[in-house]
């Protein structure tokens, strides 16, 4: 993956980076700021075309953005502030699918909210949520619209770290209700491993593999290990 800079100058951001996904994994990227995680992740996205190799799903190349890749990013301002949370929710499910009922949508987005522990502040605006509030109506207008994958750009980093711990676990529960394949991005280690079942560690830029790690099979000493991986590939 390559972008130019403003000078013109043609920058390498990620390079020979090479993985696969299964079905309803829980993939981590961690590594070093400037090693290319966000790049990777707006590729799978479609938000970015390689320069070089081949990004698919389920076969498919990946070509643009689609409903079957929902991106949740670190920023609160996400949502539409003119529209309420369920607003939110069921106007995405009626764009990205077209011929759904205004009364389908709202009934599958009051489902969803629910189902992300929000269901009460369905007729809230964002203004009136907290941080973690907004998040998880985030993700709740992303699994709305039940995508193959999930792609999560740090989207806790900005949570205190109690709010944080608790939107980790509701993940987890989410995914054991829906069995979603996750990409998520982040600086934290701990929660690589608290969250991933692999975790990819990145090479500082331009970023390369520098080990998959399966965190079960590293089982206690995953926390221990992947901060040595880290740092050496801060060092590469």
């Known amino acids: 993956?390559?972008?130019?800079?403003?000078?013109?100058?043609?920058v390498v951001a990620v390079d020979s980076v090479s993985f696969d996904i299964g079905r309803g994994e829980k993939f981590v990227v961690i590594g070093p700021s400037g090693c290319g995680k966000t790049t990777l992740l707006k590729a799978i996205g479609g938000f970015m075309r390689p320069s070089g190799g081949r990004l698919t799903i389920e076969g498919r190349p990946i070509a643009s953005p689609g409903p079957d890749r929902m991106v949740v990013f670190q920023?609160?301002?996400?949502?539409?502030?003119?529209?309420?949370?369920?607003?939110?929710?069921?106007?995405a499910q009626?764009?990205?699918?077209?011929?759904?009922?205004?009364?389908?949508?709202?009934?599958h987005a009051d489902a969803v909210l629910d189902l992300v522990g929000i269901g009460h502040a369905a007729d809230r605006y964002p203004h009136q949520l907290s941080g973690g509030m907004k998040q998880r109506?985030?993700?709740?207008?992303?699994?709305?619209?039940?995508?193959?994958?999930?792609l999560l750009?740090?989207?806790?980093?900005a949570l205190d770290a109690i709010?944080?711990?608790?939107?980790?676990?509701?993940?987890?529960?989410?995914?054991?209700?829906?069995?979603?394949?996750?990409?998520?991005i982040t600086h934290?280690?701990?929660e690589a491993a608290a969250v991933g079942d692999r975790v990819l560690v990145l090479t500082r830029g331009p970023g390369r593999v520098r080990e998959i790690v399966d965190v079960k099979s590293a089982g206690a000493n995953a926390v221990t290990y992947l901060h040595q991986l880290?740092?050496?590939?801060?060092a590469a």
């Open 188 to 190: 934290s280690i701990e």
């Open 153 to 157: 750009d740090e989207p806790f980093g």
């Open 1 to 10: 993956m390559t972008y130019r800079e403003r000078t013109g100058k043609r």
């Open 94 to 107: 009626r764009v990205a699918k077209g011929g759904v009922s205004k009364e389908a949508a709202r009934k």
């Open 230 to 234: 880290l740092d050496e590939g801060a």
């Open 137 to 150: 109506a985030a993700i709740a207008r992303a699994i709305a619209l039940e995508p193959t994958l999930l």
């Open 163 to 184: 709010t944080r711990t608790k939107m980790q676990r509701e993940l987890l529960a989410i995914h054991e209700r829906l069995g979603l394949s996750i990409v998520l």
């Open 75 to 91: 920023d609160f301002d996400q949502l539409f502030p003119w529209r309420t949370v369920r607003g939110n929710v069921a106007y």
